[in-house]
């Protein structure tokens, strides 16, 4: 049973950045790729960021292209999402999964951006 667990999250002033993290347990962590999702209060969750599972790709949401990186190690089961150039509007509850075959969901991290 591959269990997710994200963390990294917190309250940063619009125009700063964090780094989020999500470790995945089992030994099959590198044969998926790997994705980004956030949910806003009252909106549906979306995908905004997701990577191939050797890394060599990756995709981006139109609302994040060029401020957010998503990247993984493999060797540690992890994938991150570097975000910067924080805006209000990312303010949202943030989860990774497998946008192929997803597994349960785990508990996710809050952001929130405010000044």
């Known amino acids: 049973q591959v269990q997710l667990v994200e963390s990294g999250g917190g309250l940063v002033q619009p125009g700063g950045s964090l780094r989020l993290s999500c470790r995945a347990s089992?030994?099959?962590?590198?044969?998926?790729?790997m994705g980004w999702y956030r949910q806003a209060p009252g909106k549906q969750r979306e995908l905004v960021a997701d990577?191939?599972?050797?890394?060599?790709?990756?995709n981006y949401a139109d609302s994040v292209k060029g401020r957010f990186t998503i990247s993984r190690d493999n060797a540690k089961n992890t994938v991150y999402l570097q975000m910067n150039s924080l805006k209000p509007e990312d303010t949202a509850v943030y989860y990774c999964n497998r946008p192929i075959s997803p597994v349960s969901w785990g508990q996710g991290t809050q952001v929130t951006v405010s000044s």
């Open positions: 089992g030994s099959i962590f590198s044969l998926y790729a």
């Open positions: 990577i191939t599972s050797g890394g060599g790709r990756t």
